[in-house]
């Protein structure tokens, strides 16, 4: 065991063993419920303090994102929580980087550093392929639209706006907003 603890502390190492830590170190956060949580609301107590903020930003970006969209929607970026997308490829990077560093260690008998390259290469084909199998499983978890509203009832009368090219005699996606102002999006079917 101390032999396994000095090899993950090695630098060739380390590069391996810090993303693990910090998937565990997270991990460890979220089961005690000390995790942040980057969505939520803030409340401050200002106390007497009048603060007054505003913000007029106007931003022109002429890019082209196709390629860099293509590669995130790769590995299910937006299909499932993007700390579910991190911590995977982190994980299987570590644990495959690690492993293959191992391997080459035992091979050569002796010192890796100028395979690191290859144990990096490794590290990342089995992150990006770990991640796109784990994470396309939990996609199919995740709703694909949320709904606010269960009261259906309160959905029939209300004027629907088509938001696909065409309903067809199965049905296609509308969106139509509920009592509550929330916009909705529902299945319909042409009648």
Known sequence: MIE??????????????????V???????????????????FDTDAGDADIDVDVDADIDVDTDFSAFERALGFINVGKVPLVIVISTFLLFWGVSGFMTNGIIRSALDGFPSP?????????????????????????????????Y?????????????VVSGEINAKSGPAHVVEPYGNVLTVFVIRS
């Open 149 to 161: 509203s269960s009261n259906k009832e309160s959905l029939l009368g209300q004027v629907a706006r």
């Open 115 to 147: 395979f690191i390259m290859a144990s990096c290469g490794v590290a990342l084909v089995v992150g990006i392929m770990a991640t796109k199998f784990l994470s396309g499983l939990i996609a199919r978890w995740f709703p694909s639209i949320e709904t």
């Open 4 to 21: 396994f603890l000095k090899d993950l502390s090695l630098w060739y190492n380390l590069i391996f063993t810090v993303p693990i830590l």
């Open 23 to 41: 998937v565990l170190f997270y991990l460890i956060l979220q089961i005690f419920g000390l995790a942040l949580d980057f969505g939520g609301d």
